[in-house]
């Protein structure tokens, strides 16, 4: 990570004046008291009451709250590379602050500093005044806390200056979709395939645990000062090494995401030009091989981006992008009359571990509803609100396994657009709607695994941006090779659902429920915890172990 944003560091120069404005209008005249930066995991000048070792906000990694927020507003765009904030700067404005810009200064120049706060560095963040405004200062809009913890005490908030600034309903609500509705969508016909029409069920029950467990990690958070996201949680549960653990779950599933979309991006260029090949060297690349290159080579300046709000304002678009793939699909089957005399089976418990982990894909969106719930104006609203997100998501789910499997029956491929005719319009409109998609959500997921390793980079190269684009880089460039060495979409996608997924959404949020909250809850939660941690546990072993053994046979 790069060391300050006077030293042209990874985001834009005027922003860190908007911070310091802040200060110097915050109620303590200037100190920072922990709400400053909902973005920073790591502020060093937090209220008296937080500014100890056992803070919350830490620990690595500490841009994680900043990184995720990219996924839950759109922010207003502003293009800018590595090292390069004179475009940046253009953009940048006090009132159009928002995910990335405002508290990012705050993030970095912490990133450079011990984990654990110093009493010098409180001195000299107090002191920091602004130099030059290019806009006269605001005060910020402050509000207070509408959350309580558990036992009943007001607590201190430390999200009083949410994303973008603040989310009302029916952003959280678009935002809730927006994370739900992905790449998963394009398997539901193949799950059905894989498990039967009884396997539908599997789809309903996880869309309830899901919900369920997304209120857990609600009073997670209501439980202490502090608590912001889903590796906080994990630290007021499990200590350090339940914050370092979620975390590397975490970024294992965005990584194993940016895996699947060049898989994806693959087979779909390849349905579209199956004849596409290149020689070079003596050595032959097919159209799989060629389209997951130049996919690469595409996504990789992206990754690069100073500043990730283009991308975000782009790829809020994503919940359009998957109702038009889906009205495509019913039109080939009711306007172009494909057809739909597939009747299916009734259930193939054979292959029906690999519809678990595909059904369970379907709910990964655990990760990000912390950052959505601590950025609500009105957080009383969370539990609808996330109950109408999965309720239209699992219907839309459901409505595409149905309308896929008895389309394509038996012959249902891991990606529906694949059995689409290809000399059909509405074929075309499927195909490239999938194709673009992924183009402006592989930098924003894989942005958060970049950022956390930039994190460990000396304090002493922080102001040299090769190793942040080195670090970019290279992550691209091993999606892509994992890509090529296991080139099966469904089952990595049935993989990811299993091993990471299940941990994520079922397990992991009934874990720290019952550790922070012992004590304070019924034997009817703490049964339903149980029960939902068996599951989990049973689904994820039996998903991941078939997923791994078709991916082994189909390599052989």
Known sequence: MNNSVSENSFYIESEEEDVENDEKYSPK????????????????????HENRPSSFNTSWPQSYRQSIDMYSSVQSPSIGFLGTPSLGRLGSSFLSSSLTRRHTPEVLSNLIKPLLPTHLDQQQEQQRQPSSHSIPPTPPTRRPSLRKPYDGKPSKASHELPISPQSTSPQALLNGINVLCGVGLLSTPYAAKEGGWLGLLILLIFAVLSWYT??????????????????????????????????????????????????????????????????????????????????????????????????????????????????????????????????????????????????????????????????????????????????????????????????FGESTASQFTLNMPNDLVASKIAVWTTVVNPFTKYALTLSPVAMSLEELIPSNHMKSHIYAILIRTGLVISTLVVALSIPFFG??????????????????????????????????????????????????????????????????
């Open 214 to 407: 997304g209120i857990l990690l609600r009073d997670c958070l209501d439980s202490a000062p502090g608590l912001e996201t889903y590796p906080d949680i994990g630290q007021a549960a499990f200590g350090s090494i339940g914050r370092f653990a979620i975390s590397i779950i975490l970024y294992a599933e965005l990584y194993a995401c940016c895996v699947d979309y060049i898989i994806l991006e693959s087979d779909n260029l390849s349905s579209l030009f199956p004849n596409a090949h290149i020689s070079f060297g003596g050595v032959q690349l097919n159209s799989h091989y060629l389209f997951a290159l130049m996919t690469t080579l595409a996504v990789l300046p992206t990754c690069w981006l100073r500043d990730m709000s283009v991308l975000s304002y782009i790829s809020a678009g994503g919940v359009i992008a998957s109702i038009l793939v889906v009205l495509c699909l019913f039109w080939i089957g009711l306007v172009d009359n494909v057809g739909f005399q597939n009747k299916g089976t009734t259930l193939n418990l054979t292959n029906l571990p690999v519809a678990i982990g595909l059904y369970g894909y379907c709910y990964s969106g655990h990760a990000v509803f912390p950052n959505i719930y601590t950025s609500m104006q009105k957080p009383s609203a969370y539990p609808s609100i996330l109950l109408v997100c999965f309720g239209l998501c699992t219907a839309l789910y459901a409505g595409t396994a149905v309308m896929g499997y008895t389309m």
């Open 491 to 556: 089952l990595v996608l049935a993989l990811i659902g299993s091993l990471l997924t299940m941990l994520v959404t079922l397990i992991l949020p009934c874990a720290c429920f019952l550790s922070i909250l012992r004590g304070k809850i019924s034997r009817l939660q703490v049964s339903s915890c149980i029960l939902i941690i068996a599951i989990g546990v049973v689904s994820s072993a039996i998903g991941t172990y078939s997923a791994l053994s078709r991916i082994v046979e189909n390599l052989r």
């Open 29 to 48: 005249g200037g100190e920072d008291d922990g709400n400053e930066s909902d973005y920073s995991e790591s502020s060093s000048v937090d209220s008296p």
